[in-house]
């Protein structure tokens, strides 16, 4: 239920940050969204303010906001300036192929080939569904920007695992949010104006859906479930964010459903059959080897 729950979160995202786009600079925009989940996640846990442990944990903290609020927000944006968005998104969901290869280096899961194959046939998926969108005219800047994103995303979730124990789950993502965002709110401050922010309905209404589900809730979610789960297996299923993103946009914004969606579709639903079926089978020989 939670997975489905992220799935959703980040899918409505999409569409709802593009009906807000128009109405505000996209760096601010982010840092805001940040900056106010964070301190709004911070006045929830103030009871337990004990446990920030802020001359212990503060690099810990500092190193996640860099990672997965500062340089993963940060390059997106700017990388959103040089390519269509399906193409960008297309680099930017190769993350859960980063994401199960580091987790297989860093933190020691077992990478079968198996699992190798449903990681490659899930962005394969994802490559169908975005083909729509692709240009010939590829700006090379916007690649690298593209692929730097999915492995500042794929680091930033392995280090908040490899450290998941020794700092609090709550706190961290309050303090990455907080600190991450103010130095967006600053960066964008150098090259954006808060006097273009449009205080309409759309916009007011995306930064508080990002401020409350978007960033700091659907963090919590994804962290609680790579720390729980194989991060390998929790990261395919994210393949399924910008499906769910291209049927909400169909839904809401009148945006034409294909027959390369529901290839793309197929595709993703195998990938994450294959990974958790690996999964799965891995614990059962595990379950008759302990009988």
């Known amino acids: ?17 593009k009906l807000a786009l128009p109405f505000t600079p996209p760096i601010l925009f982010a840092g805001m969204r940040a900056t106010i989940g964070g301190l709004l996640l911070a006045i929830i846990l103030y009871n337990k303010r004990d446990k920030i442990k802020w001359r212990e944990n503060w690099r810990f903290y500092c190193i996640s906001a860099l990672l997965n609020t500062t340089l993963f927000f940060g390059v997106q944006t700017v990388g959103l300036n040089y390519l269509p968005g399906g193409l960008f998104s297309i680099l930017v969901y190769f993350q859960p192929v980063l994401l199960g290869l580091f987790a297989w280096i860093w933190l020691g899961e077992f990478m079968t080939p198996a699992k190798i194959i449903g990681l490659l046939i899930g962005f394969i998926g994802i490559v169908i569904v975005s083909i729509d969108g692709l240009t010939f005219h590829v700006s090379v800047i916007g690649v690298i920007l593209g692929l730097l ?13 490899k450290v998941s124990h020794m700092v609090n789950a709550f706190w961290m993502v309050s303090m ?24 309409n309905s759309k916009y007011i209404g995306a930064l508080i859906y990002g401020s409350i589900l978007g960033i700091p809730l659907a963090q919590i979610v994804y962290y609680k479930l790579i720390k729980e789960g194989e991060a390998s297996k929790v990261g395919s299923s ?38 958790n079926y690996e999964s799965k089978k891995k614990l059962i020989d595990y379950s008759n080897i302990s009988k």
């Open 149 to 161: 994103t999915a492995f500042f995303w794929a680091l930033g979730v392995i280090y908040v695992k």
């Open 1 to 17: 239920m939670l997975l489905l729950f992220l799935i959703f979160v980040w899918g409505a995202s999409w569409p709802i940050y």
């Open 176 to 199: 990455q949010c907080i600190i991450g965002g103010f130095v967006l709110i600053v960066f964008g401050g150098f090259f954006e104006d808060f006097s273009d922010i449009v205080w």
């Open 238 to 275: 994210t393949f399924m964010v910008p499906i769910t993103a291209v049927i909400l946009g169909a839904v809401f914004l009148d945006e034409p459903i294909t027959y390369l969606l529901i290839i793309g579709l197929v595709m993703v639903g195998l990938s994450i059959f294959i990974v």
